[in-house]
C-alpha cells in the first residue's frame, strides 16, 4: 500500500508513520475454547524505525497461567475515518485507525509487547460486512474482564496524538517530577488552557473508562509521544467539588470530571451515587455500557446480575433498577437522570433510560452533600415494596395534592435574555400569579424566587426533636431575595415587577454595590439555569408553586413516597395504576406534617 495512503492516518501527529502492509489474505479468527478458560493476548512485535509496519501475533492463553501482559484501551469505537490495515499471524485484519495508531505507539524496539486490548482480541467483527461483534464472544469476554485486568500488569490509556497544546500539561509534570516540593505547582496561562482541553478527549466520556481505570493495578496516560501516570496527571489543577457540576447550556465542568473520574478510580469500593455522578455525561457504544459497566464496579450492592450483552435492554435496565431500590431501600435511582425525554421503548415507567447523555432537569439535593436534613426525614422506603406481574412497581407513599394548571418548558435552546427565554418566563410569571388560594405566607414573589432555585433548606429540618415534629419556620422573606433582584432586572419578564416593583427593580450608588449586585446576578442565574431548565412551572389545587417535569399536566397527582428525596408526579391509568411522570420541586412541601397528619392515609401506589 502506497504511504500516501497511511499519510491521511498521521496529518494531526508529529509522530513517523509506519508503512502499512498488505498481505492480501484476510485474517480469520479461531473459536476460543471456553472449556479451558482461554483468552486472546496479542503479542506486538518490536520495531526498530517506527516508519516499520505494524506486525502482531495472537495467542491463545489460559486465563489462569501468569502471562506478563498490559492491558491497552483507547477509543477505537468513537472513530469514524476509514479503516487501516495490520498484519496478524501473516495476514491482514482491517483495524479502526484510533487502535492502529495506538499499537504505533505502545510497540517496544528490542523486544514484543504483550498486551489485551477488546478491538483485537475479542472477534469485532472487522472484516465481515455488517462489522457487528460476536455477542456470544463478547459476553464470554466481559463476563470475565474483573479478572483479565486483575491480572494485567498495568494499563495503557492512548489519547491521541498531540494536539491543542497538549505537549504543555506532560512538560509541566515532568518538571514537577524533578522537584522537591510535596505540592507541585498548579498549571497556569496557556498550560492550564491546554490541560482543560486535555480533560475534553473523548476517552474520559466513554462509560467503560472507570471500570478499566478502577480493576487495573496502575495506569499510564499517553498522549502524542509523552506519557504521565494517572494518578499525576490532576495533581496540578483545581475543580469544583463533588457536588452535580452539568451546566445545561454549557455542559459538564471538565476539569470536575476528570477529578470525579479519579476519585472513581482512586478506591476500591465507590458509592454508586459517585458512580451515576459521572458516569451519565458519558456515552455508549453500547445500549447496556453503563450498566454492565457499574455492576462491574465495586460498590455496597451485591447486585448478582450477569454481564450478558444479549440480554434485553428493557429487562436489564428493570432489574438492575429494582435491586438498586431494594438493596438500598430508597428511590435515590429514580432522581439521578433528571427531566430528559427515554429514548428506549418499552421501559415501565418506574425504570430510568440509563442510556441518557448529559440529562437536564436534575433537583439541586439530587448530588448535593451540603443538604442538611432532619434525623427523622423519610428517608427509607415504607414495608410493602413489591413487583407485581406485568412489571408493576408496588410503593407505599401518601397523596400531596393535585396539579392545577403548568407553564411552558423552559427548553435549553431558550438561552437567558433570547425572545424563547422571556416568553417562557412571562407565561410562569403569569401563572404564579394566577395562585387564588395562596396556603403560604410569604409574598409570591418571594416564593417564586425561591422555586426557580429549588430553595427549600428550612423544609428538611425540624424546630426540635421531640415529637410532633414541626418543620422550621420558613422565613416571611426570601433568603436569596437581593440575588434574585439583581437576577430578574437582567432577565426578568416584567410580570411581577409590575405587581411589587420593591424587589425587582434595583439601583446601584457606588462601583462596590454594582460589583455585589453582578455577584448576585452570577450566582442566581447559575442556580436557576441548572435547576429550572427541562421543567415547566405549575400550580397547585392547595395553593403552591412548584417545577414539574416536561409531560406534566394539570390533574397529575403529587406523591411523596418515603425513600425518595423529592415528591414524584403520577398520573392516573383507566387501568387503576399510575405512570411515573418524573420528580418535582414543590415550595412550601412540609413531609413533617404530611406524615403526622391523621387525615391522610398512606396507601399503596402501583407504577407500571
Known amino acids: 500500500m502506497s504511504r500516501g495512503f497511511a499519510d491521511q492516518f498521521g496529518d494531526t501527529s508529529d509522530e513517523p508513520v509506519p508503512w502499512i502492509e498488505e498481505t492480501g489474505t484476510s485474517f480469520q479468527y479461531t473459536p476460543l475454547s471456553t472449556a479451558d478458560d482461554s483468552i486472546r493476548l496479542l ?10 509496519p505494524i506486525r502482531c501475533k495472537l495467542i491463545h492463553a489460559k486465563r489462569n497461567r501468569n502471562h ?13 475515518t476509514a479503516q487501516v490495515p495490520i498484519s496478524l499471524d501473516g495476514r491482514t485484519l482491517d483495524v479502526p485507525s484510533e487502535i492502529w495508531a495506538a499499537l504505533q505507539r505502545v510497540r517496544l524496539q528490542e523486544q514484543p509487547r504483550l498486551i489485551w486490548t477488546d478491538a483485537i482480541c ?14 456470544t464472544e463478547r459476553n464470554y469476554h466481559l463476563s470475565r ?3 483479565i485486568y ?26 514537577c517530577r524533578t522537584h522537591t516540593h510535596i505540592n507541585w505547582c498548579l498549571y497556569a496561562g496557556k498550560t492550564s488552557l491546554a490541560f482543560r482541553h486535555l480533560s475534553r478527549r473523548r476517552w474520559f466520556y466513554r462509560a467503560q473508562s472507570a471500570q478499566e481505570l478502577a480493576l487495573s493495578e496502575k495506569a499510564t496516560i499517553l498522549c502524542g509521544r509523552h506519557q504521565s501516570t494517572w494518578l499525576d496527571i490532576t495533581k496540578c489543577s483545581t475543580f469544583l467539588g463533588t457536588t452535580d457540576y452539568y451546566h445545561p447550556l454549557k455542559g459538564p465542568d471538565s476539569v470536575t470530571h476528570l477529578h470525579h473520574l479519579l476519585e472513581l478510580t482512586r478506591n476500591r469500593r465507590v458509592q454508586l451515587r459517585d458512580i451515576f455522578l459521572w458516569i451519565r455525561h458519558c456515552r455508549s457504544d453500547n445500549l447496556r455500557d453503563k450498566v454492565s459497566g457499574t455492576l462491574m464496579m465495586d460498590t455496597d450492592i451485591r447486585h448478582g446480575i450477569p454481564i450478558d450483552y444479549s440480554r434485553g435492554i428493557v429487562q436489564l435496565f428493570q432489574a438492575f433498577t429494582r435491586k438498586i431500590i431494594e438493596s438500598t431501600r430508597s428511590l435515590d435511582v429514580l432522581h439521578w437522570l433528571g427531566t430528559t425525554q427515554k429514548d428506549i421503548r418499552g421501559l415501565p415507567s418506574w425504570v430510568p433510560d440509563y442510556t441518557i447523555v448529559n440529562p437536564v432537569g436534575t433537583l439541586p439535593r439530587i448530588f448535593s452533600q451540603s443538604a442538611t436534613y432532619s434525623i427523622h426525614y423519610p428517608f427509607t422506603l415504607l414495608p410493602g415494596l413489591d413487583l407485581r406481574p406485568g412489571n408493576i412497581l408496588a410503593v407505599q407513599g401518601r397523596f400531596v395534592e393535585k396539579i392545577k394548571k403548568v407553564a411552558d418548558e423552559l427548553q435549553t435552546d431558550a438561552t437567558p435574555g433570547s425572545k424563547s427565554f422571556n416568553s417562557s418566563l412571562r407565561t410562569w410569571e403569569d401563572l404564579a400569579l394566577g395562585i387564588s388560594n395562596k396556603r403560604f405566607p410569604q409574598a409570591i414573589i418571594d416564593a417564586f424566587c425561591d422555586t426557580l432555585i429549588g430553595n427549600d433548606e428550612d423544609d428538611l429540618a425540624v424546630e426540635d426533636d421531640q415529637p410532633p415534629y414541626v418543620r422550621r419556620s420558613r422565613p416571611i422573606k426570601s433568603k436569596v431575595i437581593d440575588e ?23 439601583s446601584f450608588d457606588s462601583p462596590e454595590q454594582q460589583e455585589r449586585a453582578d455577584r448576585h446576578l452570577r450566582w442566581y442565574s447559575h442556580h436557576m439555569e441548572t435547576t429550572s431548565y427541562g421543567r415547566r412551572f405549575f400550580i397547585t389545587d392547595g395553593g ?16 411523596f413516597f418515603p425513600g425518595g428525596k423529592y415528591p414524584f408526579v403520577l398520573r392516573a391509568t383507566d387501568r387503576g395504576d399510575y405512570e411515573l411522570v418524573g420528580d418535582c420541586f414543590l415550595y412550601d412541601f412540609d413531609v413533617f406534617a404530611l406524615f403526622q397528619d391523621q387525615r391522610a392515609t398512606t396507601r399503596e401506589f402501583l407504577l407500571a
Open 68 to 80: 506478563q501482559y498490559e492491558i491497552l484501551s483507547c477509543d477505537w469505537q468513537g472513530v469514524t
Open 122 to 135: 475479542i472477534d469485532q467483527k472487522f472484516n465481515d460486512r455488517d462489522q457487528t461483534s460476536n455477542d
Open 150 to 175: 486483575h491480572g494485567a500488569t498495568g494499563l495503557l490509556v492512548w489519547l491521541g496524538s498531540a494536539e491543542d497544546n497538549s505537549d504543555l500539561v506532560f512538560e509541566h509534570l515532568d518538571r
Open 544 to 559: 403552591s408553586m412548584g417545577l414539574a417535569p416536561p409531560r406534566a399536566r394539570g390533574g397529575d397527582d403529587i406523591v
Open 43 to 52: 503479542e506486538l512485535e518490536p520495531a526498530l524505525s517506527p516508519e516499520d
Open 145 to 147: 474482564l474483573p479478572d
Open 484 to 506: 434574585f433582584s439583581s437576577w430578574y432586572k437582567q432577565y426578568g419578564a416584567g410580570v411581577l415587577r409590575e405587581v411589587d416593583p420593591s424587589h425587582t427593580t434595583t
